[in-house]
Nanobody, 116 residues
Framework: QVQVVESGGGLVQAGGSLKLSCEAS????????MGWYRQAPGNERELVAG???????MYADSVKGRFTISRDNAKNTVYLQMNSLKPEDTGVYYC??????????WGQGTQVTVSS
């Protein structure tokens, strides 16, 4: 089993910054992918950013140029640096981990609220 724990959410004014962290632990086996999804009230969960074991990254169009995902493989940790935050970035941010055995794990989510 793999445990996924997020941290770093909070309340910030528009234009501000936050950094989210997500650590995976337990039966880790060559994590293939670590990513961040967000879900706003009434909306479906959407992929915000992801990073593969190769280091290749992907971003939603809405966050390109503002968010940066990075990964510390030694710590099985992924980070999401969020700059120039907008009210529409508000939501619960979930960390997603795809293990080497192709099982998918989710964290409990961390709330990000951007006030205008």
């Amino acid at each position: 089993q793999v445990q996924v724990v997020e941290s770093g959410g909070g309340l910030v004014q528009a234009g501000g910054s936050l950094k989210l962290s997500c650590e995976a632990s337990g039966s880790i086996f060559m994590i293939n992918f670590m990513g961040w999804y967000r879900q706003a009230p009434g909306n479906e969960r959407e992929l915000v950013a992801g990073i593969f074991s190769s280091g290749r990254t992907m971003y939603a169009d809405s966050v390109k140029g503002r968010f940066t995902i990075s990964r510390d493989n030694a710590k099985n940790t992924v980070y999401l640096q969020m700059n120039s935050l907008k009210p529409e970035d508000t939501g619960v941010y979930y960390c997603n981990v795809i293990n080497g055995d192709r099982n998918t794990y989710w964290g409990q989510g961390t709330q990000v609220t951007v006030s205008s």
